[in-house]
């Protein structure tokens, strides 16, 4: 198996936006580049193809999503402008068809593009071997090794679950399955305060779903505290449910297939419960998605922060 490795230049262990840009550049520069992006399902048995975090599960279907969800507000707004129009209703599946094929065809370009630059695709997960040689398995079982003058960890994060809580795992949702949704998620609990649980609740509510967001301490922690607050104020105007200082303790699935959650309010120590269709944990993310929520409109909504 030694003599038949492939040998590269520079390895890149990782197709997102990092990893792509880097093997691309190296290869312009005369490099013999090799990519290699292997993901693994979510628990809900989500995937999806080359591009990494933005292209699949963050920056493009969500502010697809989000677009959707502004045009449905602009709708119900021009009758104040003389324009007749009917009450909007909203279709996820067709929405949700038309979001997926766009990230498909986003993951062929990908693919496309480092074919024209000669930089070879590998689809499997890869594990070092020593510094400079990695081992990758085929999902048929074949080892392949492949080594390199300079290899390049490019593999971004994944969301968590808090699986101290009892049904979270079984029963929850993350970021990386509300794109992939084929049916809509229906009345939603998102638990967290972070961008990405803003953002989610966010177009949500937008499409016309009933949504609830849970904070256990303050909303956006590491943002400026004065515009957090203009951000959930906004969405508590628009219809989102804000529920704050409270924490979940438990999910578990009714005989009618929606989901219980029992939660605690910290302040007062009582226990309250909801039903919901999706439970969408936002609890801790490694990736940014560099786009803030799409609450009050600056005209600087394109300004992210870079990781």
């Known amino acids: 198996m030694e003599a038949g490795r492939q040998c590269y230049d520079l390895l890149v262990i990782g ?6 840009a880097c093997a691309k550049e ?21 995937r999806w ?29 021009a009758s104040h402008y003389g324009w007749k129009v009917a009450q909007p209703l909203h279709d996820w599946g067709k929405m949700a068809e038309a979001v997926q094929n766009h990230v498909k065809s986003l993951n062929w370009g990908h693919r496309v593009q480092l074919q024209d630059r000669k930089v070879k695709y590998f689809n499997f997960k890869a594990s070092f071997v020593n510094p400079h040689m990695v081992c990758g398995v085929s999902k048929g079982g074949e080892e392949t090794l492949l080594s390199a003058d300079h290899i390049v960890i490019a593999t971004g994060g994944r969301p968590r679950y808090p699986t101290h809580i009892e049904g979270a795992l ?4 993350t970021s990386d399955d509300i794109f992939w949704l084929k049916e809509s998620p229906g009345k939603t609990l998102v638990v967290g305060a972070s961008y990405v649980a803003l953002e989610c609740a966010g177009f949500l509510t937008g499409l016309g779903l009933d949504t609830t967001v ?38 578990e699935r009714l005989s009618d297939g929606r989901l219980q959650v029992t939660w605690v309010d910290l302040a007062s120590d009582k226990k309250d419960t909801g039903t919901f269709d999706t439970v969408l944990w936002a609890v801790a993310h490694c ?9 009050p409109r600056t005209g600087n909504e394109n300004q992210g922060r870079a990781v």
């Not at 197709?15 to 792509?20: D, N, V």
């Not at 920056?59 to 959707?68: G, R, S, V, W, Y």
């Not at 079984?170 to 949702?173: C, F, K, R, T």
């Not at 990736?287 to 609450?295: D, Q």
Request: glycine letters at 14%; a positive charge; one cysteine or more.
């Open 170 to 173: 079984e029963y929850g949702i």
């Open 15 to 20: 197709g997102g936006s990092g990893g792509l």
């Open 287 to 295: 990736v940014s998605w560099s786009f803030f929520p799409s609450a």
């Open 26 to 46: 190296a290869a312009q520069l005369g490099k013999k580049v090799a990519v290699v992006d292997y993901v693994e399902p979510s628990p809900r048995g989500t």
């Open 49 to 77: 193809g080359l591009g990494g975090t933005c292209v699949n599960v963050g920056c493009i279907p969500k502010k697809l999503m989000h677009q959707a969800a502004l045009l449905g507000g602009m709708i119900h707004d």
């Open 214 to 251: 849970m904070i256990r301490s303050v909303p956006l922690r590491a943002f400026d505290q004065q515009m957090a607050s203009l951000v959930t104020e906004h969405m508590a105007v628009h219809g989102t449910r804000i529920l704050r200082g409270c924490t979940p303790l438990r999910v």
